[in-house]
């Protein structure tokens, strides 16, 4: 048996190389990657999208004529940030990046500096998305981190050595991807973009250790489920602008700040990444406006690369990439539901509860009755429930039983927290009337926190406000006045009777951010231990905080 | 000559039951890695979850195959002609069907062998068995145990509350409680078991609602006979409900049982199953 030889240290060619390999790697394997991309968009593309963005990887490393490790990396960076495309293209030129950063200037790479490139990259590409979720790329990255580590603990110093034990770690944390993201489990499948990593990893390992890259006859690719497929597919049906347009733009200037870019690019959409220096801010975003992400980019200095893709054309294109409407019927709903809320977080909640509808609306904004009318109108079921979630919305939704064929009924939630404890109680085995009790039942059982800024100078019940300080309103009722939304928050909750309760959820709103949300979690945990709580991001405008305590 | 019983180990048939009444139990497997144990035989529910729950690998489970099936009728049908063999769902294992291709095979050789489609598993089939082989201890032939058996299985009605829905997922047996999945918030899901097949029931949001509406599904049927509690890794909140129900239920037989490495497998912990069994 030959032994191979023993890499204590990967010089600036070699690393050149070895990128290279997993890229073509990387490339024999994309279509299995884009068959399985389902989170956050289902638009096929986290394969190619991260071949492209390695290939340009390569070519930055090709054209750099120093000869150091340190400054290939270097070069290999800057090709990410110039090449990165998609979600998972900009995360993985963040990973690179981090990389860069721990190795420095080194002339060649040995095991500990290796592996402290696979820490920090981690760690920027946590950084990097603005609502980092587990299960993803993300995860898997960490863990194939952490694995290297402990190699490193234990005594390797072969390179080789500590790949392998990041790949192995890296194939088990992508099969418990599905464990840690639903859509994952949903889908039945693992994460595109932590398959599409450890195919780099895998191919990284194998050039090194002179291995044929041929991929094998019949392997199995991963299969979408088909009723996973059925239930987007008639969402696709029934939304009109479900993803918005997936907009990526790469901003030169001298003075930029990608905070503040960041920032407003969170004013218009979802699934922002933006990443950069001063010089080049590299965004990603899913918008229904582009032209204004366009224009801010305008703004603040010049785009270099514009690119803005229909998201629900591609999200189609992946559907029938894999033939769904020849197939499975997703089961129809005997009883829909129309829910009224503001902020796509809170939108996108309660769908993934199961909700037909949402109207956009909350206190500042009422929807019409007209409005929730087009919704009942666009269900599919002649049983319809109308859950308000706020008691000035009541009305309009009372006025929608009569002017509506359909049978309406009113489940009349007061807050956004009784409209989640309603649909969750709603079952589509049970008939209406049962299924109206348990929704009174479930609703009555929650208890509301709503924390926002006071538009003008009060006195109620005892309590007196400021225009502009922050309120807390406790199920309906104003309770205390504050000066910043976390102690407002707090306050509330300590001065609650909520007895039995174990459960507080925040829903963080577009005027928060979520390492204040998390911040106040901790402070919540500490000042009341009988609670359990959870930060969901609810985007709502108006309210800081909406709180349950159930 | 008394009809023997036969069931398989997903009935999670509590110790005291099988060896007072005499029934036999087919055992199922549960697969770590390459590791194969047969549950009930081979690994203790102790080991079990601490593998579930701390093993970096996840378990697979497999039925008994048609020979593991043979292994138990022939010795039996030394004693005996006839045999009445009680299964979980068809629907949620090949179990059953394994178990009706050896009895087909031995009915050549003049043997009488039922087998039965519990359409339940665990607390659910506990019932099934125990009341047929109550019956067989009474002397009754084998279409009176047959009779007893489906007359059970019509009055037996489960709930499962889970602590999350994934291992359910990951062990295919999801059926129509796929309608849970995806929820973005944390929810406590509640399976009803129906027509052989798992259902969405409902969902709360936590533990101690979920006690609750399980106390109210309990007492909301008006004529129980007996009541089966069980549990996968939290043994307390098994005896701390059965205690609750108790108070209210004085002259109705609650018992509890801990969930085998099969339903664990397809469980997952922190489980705990309510099995009602109606009066006649």
């Known amino acids: ?550 | 000559m008394a009809v023997r019983i036969v069931t398989d180990s997903t009935a999670d048939l509590p110790l005291e039951f099988a060896h007072a009444l005499g029934i036999s139990v087919v055992p199922l497997s549960v697969i770590f890695g390459e590791e194969v144990f047969r549950e009930g035989v081979e690994i203790s529910h102790d080991l079990f979850y601490d593998k579930l729950v701390n093993g970096k690998v996840l378990p697979t489970t497999s039925a008994p195959s048609v020979g593991d099936f043979l292994e138990v009728y022939e010795p039996l049908l030394k004693e005996a002609d006839e045999i009445v063999s009680i299964h979980i769902s068809s629907k949620l294992s090949a179990t059953y069907n394994n178990a009706c291709q050896a009895a087909e095979f031995l009915a050549d050789r003049g043997a009488r062998i039922e087998v039965i489609d519990s359409r339940v598993v665990s607390l659910g089939l506990t019932f099934v068995a125990v009341a047929a082989a109550r019956a067989a201890r009474e002397g009754g032939d084998i279409d009176q145990v047959r009779a007893a058996a489906d007359s059970t299985i019509e009055r037996v009605r489960i709930y499962i509350l889970l602590d999350t829905l994934e291992y359910v997922r990951r062990g295919g047996r999801i059926g129509r409680a796929r309608a849970f999945l995806g929820a973005m918030l944390r929810v406590k899901p509640m399976l009803a078991l129906r027509d052989g097949e798992v259902h969405p029931h409902e969902r709360v949001r936590t533990k101690r609602h979920a006690m609750d509406r399980l106390f109210q599904i309990a007492t909301s049927y008006p004529n129980v006979r007996e009541v089966a509690i069980g549990y996968s890794t939290n043994p307390q909140d098994a005896h701390d409900f059965q205690q609750r129900l108790a108070e209210v239920m004085p002259h109705v037989s609650i018992w509890t049982a801990r969930f085998g490495p099969v339903i664990g497998t397809h469980g997952g912990p922190g489980v705990l199953g309510l099995g009602l069994l109606e009066g006649e």
């Open chain 1, 1 to 550: 048996m030959a032994t191979r030889v023993s890499v204590q240290s990967i010089s600036g060619s070699e690393l050149r190389d070895m990128f290279a390999a997993a890229a073509a790697w990387l490339e024999k394997h994309a279509d299995s990657v884009n068959a399985i991309n389902v989170f956050p968009v289902p638009d096929g593309d986290t394969g190619t999208n991260m071949y492209l963005t390695m290939r340009s990887v390569v070519e930055e490393a090709r054209r750099c004529r120093e000869e150091g490790a340190g400054a290939i990396m270097a070069a290999m960076s800057r090709g990410a940030l110039m090449g990165a495309r998609g979600n998972s293209g900009v995360i993985l030129s963040q990973i690179i990046r981090g990389m860069t950063r721990a190795v420095g200037e080194v002339e060649g790479i040995d095991a500990g500096a290796w592996i402290r490139g696979m820490e920090e990259g981690a760690a920027a590409a946590y950084k990097a998305v603005t609502k980092p979720a587990e299960g993803t790329i993300l995860t898997v990255m960490r863990e194939a981190g952490e694995a290297a580590r402990r190699a490193l603990d234990s005594g390797a110093r072969d390179i080789v050595d500590v790949l392998e034990a990041t790949v192995e770690a890296a194939s088990e944390s992508l099969e418990r991807t599905p464990m840690l993201l639903p859509v994952l489990a949903e889908a039945g499948v693992v994460d595109a973009g932590g398959k599409g990593l450890l195919v780099l990893l895998d191919g990284m390992t194998r050039h090194l250790k002179g291995e044929p890259m041929e991929v094998a006859a019949g392997v199995r690719e991963g299969q979408v489920g088909q009723e996973w497929l059925a239930v987007t597919s008639q969402l696709h049906e029934q939304e009109e602008s479900l993803y918005g347009y997936c907009t990526n733009l790469l901003i030169g200037g001298r003075e930029l700040d990608p905070d503040s870019v960041r920032n407003r690019m969170l004013e218009l959409g979802d699934s922002v990444l933006v990443v950069g220096d001063e010089r080049l801010v590299r965004v990603h975003l899913h918008t229904d406006d582009p032209g204004a992400a366009l224009s801010h980019g305008t703004g603040v200095g010049s785009l270099l690369q514009v690119s803005v893709e229909n998201n629900r054309e591609r999200a189609d294109r992946f559907l029938e990439m894999h033939e769904v409407r020849a197939t499975v019927e997703a089961q129809p709903e005997s009883i829909s539901t129309v829910v009224v809320a503001a902020g796509e977080g809170m939108a996108t909640v309660f769908r993934s509860v199961g909700c037909t509808r949402v109207v956009s609306g909350g206190p500042t904004m009422n929807p019409s009755t007209r409005d929730i009318l087009d919704a009942v109108a666009a269900c599919p079921a002649d049983d319809v429930i109308v859950l308000p979630n706020d008691k000035n919305i009541i009305m309009a939704a009372r006025q929608a039983v009569e002017l509506t064929e359909k049978r309406l009924r009113v489940v009349e939630t007061r807050s956004i927290p009784q409209g989640v404890a309603a649909l969750l109680a709603l079952n589509q085995d049970h008939e209406l009337e049962a299924n109206l009790e348990a929704m009174e039942e479930a609703r009555s059982g929650v208890h509301a926190v709503e924390v926002c800024r006071a538009v003008r100078s009060t006195s109620m019940g005892g309590v007196k406000v400021r225009e502009g300080q922050i309120i807390a309103i406790v199920d309906d009722e104003l309770k205390l006045a504050a000066e910043t939304a976390e102690e407002g928050a707090l306050r509330a909750l300590e001065g609650m009777e909520a007895e039995g309760a174990s459960l507080v959820t925040l829903y963080y709103g577009a005027d928060s951010q979520q390492a204040e949300a998390e911040s106040l979690e901790g402070r919540i945990r500490e000042a009341l231990p009988q609670y359990d709580v959870e930060v969901v991001y609810g985007g709502q405008p108006h309210y800081n905080y909406i709180i349950s305590v159930e």
